[in-house]
């Protein structure tokens, strides 16, 4: 009669391995579900940090038709705020006509801005020979020590003139620098800008930014320079 392979398992010791697998199994399921909840924990307060920095930024940008982006990078949202800071966020502001006519305000222009295709134009007037004759120029945006620059780069005068003005009117006094920073927490910086046909798009971006709510208070100022500011 043939018989049967021994085997080193007693059915107790079999009963005991079943039961380390299944706490074993267990353990790895709760884990996976608590990694799963901290995530969304997660990326709730990361949600909640962007909507409500935005909300913030919006009130210091003028114009109605202006919007602010604000996005949180970084591994963990709930470490950088258990440390204080967060590490690494983008800010996109698009700024619309009717802003960059705020701030064009602020900074002494007294003409009319317009967003258009190409750009920026200013609509202004000079008088020749007793007559007023209206014009508008168009001018370049860049970034200097948290001013946004406007730089004329053309005239022409209106669709009913047929003057040459480029020899009447000095362009270059029709520049005007305003102070964008402001516009943005300290601890941010303008790293960009860029004129579209009904925006005028600024980017910033900041490191180390104070999670206290006081220290966001706290807005951001203009490398001093030759020029007049708005806030």
């Not at 913030?56 to 602010?68: C, W």
């Not at 949202?77 to 967060?86: D, E």
């Not at 295709?117 to 004759?133: K, P, R």
């Not at 971006?205 to 006081?214: E, K, N, Q, S, Y």
Request: aromatic letters at 4%; proline letters at 3%; hydrophobic letters at 45%.
């Amino acid at each position: 009669m043939a018989r049967r392979p021994e085997t080193s398992y007693r059915p107790g010791e079999r009963r005991a391995g079943r039961k380390a697998l299944r706490i074993t199994v267990g353990l790895l399921i709760t884990v996976v579900i608590l990694g799963g909840a901290a995530v969304i924990v997660d990326m709730g307060l990361r949600d909640f940090a962007e909507t409500r920095a935005e909300a913030e930024i919006k009130k210091r940008i003028p114009g109605s038709d202006s919007t602010v982006d604000v996005t949180i990078n970084g591994f963990s949202m709930l470490l950088q705020t258990i440390s204080g800071s967060l590490d690494d966020v983008d800010v996109d502001l698009a700024i619309g006509e009717e802003g960059v006519s705020a701030l064009a305000e602020n900074a002494g222009f007294a003409g009319a801005v317009r967003l258009v295709a190409n750009g920026i134009e200013l609509d202004s007037s000079i008088d020749v020979l007793g007559l007023t004759v209206p014009f508008s120029a168009t001018v370049a945006p860049t970034i200097d020590g948290g001013y946004l620059v406007l730089t004329p780069t053309g005239v022409t005068a209106a669709d009913a003139v047929t003057l040459d003005l480029t020899q009447l009117v000095d362009i270059t006094g029709l520049g005007f620098s305003v102070c964008t920073a402001s516009l943005l927490p300290e601890s941010f910086t303008i790293t960009g800008v860029e004129a579209k046909t009904s925006t005028l798009n600024l980017t910033a971006h900041g490191a180390d930014v104070p999670v206290d709510l006081d220290a966001l208070a706290r807005k951001g100022s203009c490398a001093a320079q030759g020029a007049e500011t708005g806030e």
